[in-house]
């Protein structure tokens, strides 16, 4: 079982930066796939971005490449999002999943365990 805790959530303005923290509990961390997802109101949960086991490979949705960086310390068991150049449509609820994969998903049903959210606001 794996439990996931979202930290760094809050308001800025488009333009600037926040970062996301993930902290999960498990002994078997570093052998899941870690995604990050966002649900804007009224839309559906989408895909941001994933980190694989061992931190091999990543994928980003196209809309915040270049901007967006998924990390993760499997020593701490921590998974981490920096987010650059942030604008009003990032708005979202940004949500953490792990996936009991060594294989990157994209899709929210692929994902095993998911963390409580937190609220991400930019300003224009």
């Known amino acids: 079982q794996v439990q996931l805790v979202e930290s760094g959530g809050g308001l800025v303005q488009a333009g600037g930066s926040l970062r996301l923290s993930c902290a999960a509990s498990?002994?078997?961390?570093?052998?899941?796939?870690m995604g990050w997802f966002r649900q804007a109101p009224g839309k559906e949960r989408q895909f941001v971005a994933a980190i694989i086991w061992s931190g091999g490979s990543t994928y980003y949705q196209d809309s915040v490449k270049g901007r967006f960086t998924i990390s993760r310390d499997d020593a701490k068991n921590t998974v981490s999002l920096q987010m650059n150049t942030l604008k009003p449509e990032d708005t979202a609820v940004y949500y953490c999943?792990?996936?009991?994969?060594?294989?990157?998903?994209?899709?929210?049903?692929?994902?095993?365990?998911w963390g409580q959210g937190t609220q991400v606001t930019v300003s224009s």
């Open positions: 498990g002994p078997t961390f570093s052998s899941y796939t």
């Open positions: 999943a792990a996936r009991a994969s060594s294989r990157l998903g994209l899709d929210v049903r692929e994902y095993d365990y």
